[in-house]
């Protein structure tokens, strides 16, 4: 089973940049297809973005094409979101979800019930 540790959020003004990281242990990082979600106050969890594990074939919501970009060092067991051009819509906690081991190598799934693990998260707040 793999343990995940996001780090990275924080608060910054509107128009700003910030790099989340998601650091996986427990078991080869490189098997699996990961996700960020995020979940702002009094909404439901919503996908982010996502990339395969075979590949590296990406998948992202229409709110953060062109702003956000999802990628992974699986020699670090790591994977990261670059986020630039942040919006007060953005503010949330996000999260990183791993798939299930050598699963969807061909396409990035987008729902929460196709990632069973799942870091801890961590807050975003983006001041207008």
């Known amino acids: 089973q793999v343990q995940l540790l996001e780090s990275g959020g924080g608060l910054v003004q509107a128009g700003g940049s910030l790099r989340l990281s998601c650091a996986a242990s427990?078991?080869?990082?490189?098997?699996?297809?990961m996700g960020w979600f995020r979940q702002a106050p009094g909404k439901e969890r919503e996908f982010v973005a996502g990339i395969s594990w075979r590949s590296s074939l990406t998948n992202y919501a229409d709110s953060v094409k062109g702003r956000f970009t999802i990628s992974r060092d699986n020699a670090k067991n790591t994977m990261y979101l670059q986020m630039n051009s942040l919006k007060p819509e953005d503010t949330a906690d996000y999260y990183c979800?791993?798939?299930?081991?050598?699963?969807?190598?061909?396409?990035?799934?987008?729902?929460?019930?196709?990632?069973?693990?799942w870091g801890q998260g961590t807050q975003v707040t983006v001041s207008s």
């Open positions: 979800a791993a798939s299930r081991p050598f699963s969807y190598s061909d396409y990035v799934p987008a729902q929460q019930y196709e990632y069973p693990y």
């Open positions: 427990g078991r080869t990082f490189s098997i699996y297809t």
